[in-house]
């Protein structure tokens, strides 16, 4: 308990340490007062009185005192925040009294270590957000990325996805945002997979036609992957419509939906080409016969080569688990390669080319996937030796 008297004599003290302890102990009566309302006008004035003092640690105890409360004066704290910079960039930071109209106003004149205090407060709106990205610091915006607690809105961040998606670090922190929009996504795999395609030990370590093909493959998966997961979110519509105008829906990514297991991405494709209810589509696609599926292919309008393939495979697809089964995708492949194989006689149409190449190319891919891990479960369920054959004995050649 201080007494009025050494309140008094503490404040007019000589040594600013003295009068930082009375300002600061200001600042804790003022904020804990339950007395008269005179009083309380006493100490709101000893604040102010703080305010002048020549010493920036009697300021910044002022400051430390009244920080983290709402109920701090809002004078006084606008005041400490125009005074030194340490003093104005923790107030900036922590206190919860400063509103948006308070900051909106500085934002374009802050230097970077005040922005960075902004993007480390509490609470950040959308709109103050927007202000700081627009000052174009690439440190502080990446600073902002990263707090998926602040909203930045649709629109921003596909303009962030647009013009810093070049950026590794920008890329990555946008990619981790569950709120991206699907288009913003796809843009930035893409730049990613150009990255990947310009990387020096990238190309060092794979042959080009291979690296092509492999980079294609990812592309159209996480195209799938991303029209899936907004399907199961909110709905793709927007999304495929987009892939649409842009001629990015063809056969191959039809088919590419379908082995990956994507269903909900290929249903969604299906309904925007035909003009049809998303439902009436999913219905079809679950237990729709195959005259009333080539119906729907035939409003998406596909060819006949194109549309037996696609409902063939839809039919395959209802019995087997594509999405986790690799095996289940290879046999599906491998069957579908088979068909058209037989069906045209080893002369596959122009019209079913792209679909052709595609199949060999995941025959091959997906051999390799569902061959991993065969031998090592093999070998672990199986007590006895192999029996290999034995070649001819061979002769040892002299050292020379």
């Known amino acids: 308990m201080v007494g009025y008297q050494e309140f008094v004599s503490l404040s007019q003290s000589p040594d600013s340490e003295e009068r930082g302890s009375a300002a600061h102990l200001s600042a804790l009566a003022y904020l804990n007062h339950v007395g008269p309302a005179d009083e309380q006008a006493a100490l709101y004035a000893a604040l102010i009185g703080f305010l002048d003092d020549p010493s920036v640690k009697v300021r910044a105890a002022l400051a430390y005192g009244l920080l983290h409360s709402s109920e701090a004066p809002r004078p006084i704290m606008l005041a400490l925040l125009h005074d030194s910079a340490v003093i104005a ?44 990205v627009a000052r174009g610091h690439d440190p502080v915006t990446l600073r902002l990325l990263r707090r998926h607690d602040v909203a930045l809105g649709d629109g921003l961040l596909a303009e962030l996805a647009v013009s810093l998606g070049g950026n590794a670090e920008m890329r990555g922190a ?5 709120e991206l929009p699907a288009a913003a996504r796809l843009l930035l795999v893409q730049k990613a997979t150009e990255a990947l395609r310009g990387a020096r030990i990238v190309k060092g370590a794979v042959e080009e036609d291979r690296l092509g093909r492999i980079l294609r493959d990812c592309g159209d998966t996480a195209l799938s992957a991303i029209g899936e997961r907004e399907a199961a979110r909110t709905g793709a519509g ?8 842009s001629d990015r829906v063809n056969t191959r990514v039809l088919l590419h939906a379908v082995v990956t297991g994507h269903v909900m991405f290929f249903a969604e494709c299906l309904a925007e080409l035909a003009r049809a209810p998303r439902s009436k589509v999913f219905g079809l696609l679950e237990n729709g016969s195959r005259p009333a599926l080539n119906a729907l292919l035939v409003r998406c309008g596909l060819g006949e080569g ?21 095996a289940a995708r290879h046999y599906v492949v491998t069957v579908l390669t088979e068909e058209l194989i037989a069906e045209h006689g080893g002369v596959i149409p122009e019209e079913l080319e792209e679909a052709f190449a595609y199949l060999s190319e995941q025959n091959i891919l997906l051999a390799r996937k569902a061959a991993r891990g065969v031998m090592t479960a093999f070998a ?12 001819e004995a061979r002769l040892a050649l002299p050292a020379a």
């Open 306 to 326: 194109v549309r037996n393939l696609l409902a063939r495979l839809v039919l395959h697809a209802r019995a087997s688990d594509l999405a986790d089964d690799a």
């Open 238 to 245: 927007a999304y495929v419509a987009g892939l649409i105008v």
């Open 174 to 178: 946008l990619l981790a945002r569950p």
């Open 380 to 391: 672990g369920e199986t007590a006895g030796a192999m029996a290999l054959p034995m070649g």
């Open 89 to 132: 960039r923790a107030v900036m930071q922590y206190s919860p009294v400063l509103i948006d109209a308070d900051l909106m106003g500085l934002i374009k004149t802050l230097d970077l270590s005040m922005l960075v205090a902004v993007v480390q407060r509490t609470r950040l709106s959308p709109r103050l957000a927007a202000a700081i």
